[in-house]
């Protein structure tokens, strides 16, 4: 099997649902796909824990999808105060995650809380 195969064979087996399958290869890569399959297998504490250590790298403090993966873990563990950091700067990053995060239901119950404290830091700018 090709490099090319196995990644795509992880994708297709993400995108079937069948995430079991596909996570070996994608921890294998380390980053976002892999935090995103374990949220999908519901294994939130160490999706929490993987985007924690990518945030450490002050290179991807930048990167709006991190930050957005973050406010999702956040929430998952019920840390309000994180997932609205988190998702607060996901936002700032990338406007368009807004309405993404509206219709999102892994954050669309802290998104007035969110656009609250974006509309503040807006007005103080």
Known sequence: TTPKNSYLKAVVN????????????????????????????????????????????KKNWTNPNIWYVKAICAN?????GWAIEALTQAITLDPKLEEIARLD??????????????????TRA
């Open 14 to 57: 993400t995108l079937n649902g069948n995430y079991a399958e596909a996570y070996p290869y994608m921890a294998s890569k380390g980053g976002l796909n892999e935090v995103l399959v374990l949220l999908c297998m519901g294994r939130n504490k160490e999706a929490d824990a993987k985007i924690s250590v990518l945030l450490e790298d």
């Open 76 to 80: 998952r563990l019920e840390d309000l």
């Open 105 to 122: 239901s892994d954050v669309m119950d802290i998104m007035d809380i969110t656009w609250f404290s974006l509309t503040v830091s807006r």
